[in-house]
């Protein structure tokens, strides 16, 4: 049995803060800025980052430098770890404390509807739709566009799907943004810092979230194959997370 002597795991100690409870809430559906999560939390810039600072160093939250403006970065929840951290966590209490890693896939009779968003259409937004798609098998209705397609899709993701996931997306064309107006959505994704300042108003109904992920095309390697693989898995992850959200809400009702 423990000790009143023995301390919290870490990840008890990092959560347990109000404040850095909100702040992983927050992040925990969408990445952020610094200054919106200022806006939504109400707190003080200065304190908000002392608190961003403190989840990094736990190694639960990372930060990338947006690709619209050098000058901001973009903080992710890393929900792995995180999962990883409470499994720790309950072992550390008591060893019949286990979580269940299903995964709820939702349900056919009411499906959510998804749009992916980059620039290109061409990578980041296609294995997204991808993925999503493999993950439901069907259960969500899933499209991706781009707010400046490319004349095809890029060959590397074709091909990183196609070797680590078993998915064939060689047949698909990038599409543009213009050809899904009118359309609703429950959920709009941008994966690309710049046409997330760009992506239209599809109505009320629509979850608006943001993925930080950088293009793969533009790592400046000579071979961009690896840079592709990665992504490709981070986005994969991302869409295994997204997973528990659309079980869990239900899709409004278009308007007739």
């Not at 550390?92 to 286990?98: Q, Y």
């Not at 995964?103 to 739709?129: D, H, M, Q």
């Not at 986005?235 to 007739?256: F, G, K, Y």
Request: proline share 8%; charged share 25%.
């Amino acid at each position: 049995m423990g000790t009143p002597s023995q301390t919290a795991p870490p990840f008890v100690r990092l959560a347990g803060h109000p404040l850095r409870w909100l702040l992983m809430a927050e992040l925990a559906h969408s990445d952020l800025r610094v200054r919106e999560l200022v806006t939504r939390l109400d707190q003080p810039q200065n304190l908000i980052s002392y608190h961003l600072r403190l989840l990094r160093d736990g190694g639960l939250v990372t930060a990338r430098r947006s690709s619209f403006d050098g000058r901001d970065s973009y903080y992710h929840l890393d929900l792995d770890r995180c999962a990883h951290a409470l499994a720790d966590t309950g072992s550390a209490l008591h060893p019949a404390l286990r979580l269940d890693n299903t995964t709820p896939v939702p349900p056919a009779r009411a499906r959510r509807t998804v749009l992916f968003v980059c620039t290109g259409n061409s990578a980041r937004s296609p294995i997204a739709e991808a993925q999503l798609r493999r993950h439901t098998d069907g259960h969500v209705r899933v499209v991706s566009a781009g707010s400046r397609p490319k004349p095809q899709i890029h060959p590397q993701a074709v091909r990183a799907l196609r070797d680590r996931f078993g998915v064939d997306i060689e047949g698909q064309q990038p599409r543009h943004l213009d050809t899904l107006a009118g359309h609703r959505f429950d959920y709009v994704i941008t994966l690309c810092d710049k046409a997330r300042e760009v992506c239209p108003d599809f109505g009320d109904r629509a979850g608006r979230l943001h993925w930080s992920v950088p293009d793969p095309a533009t790592t400046g390697d000579q071979d961009s194959y690896p840079a592709f693989v990665r992504i490709a898995a981070d986005i994969d992850t991302r869409v295994r997370h997204l997973l528990p959200v659309l079980a869990s809400t239900e899709p409004e009702e278009a308007p007739s």
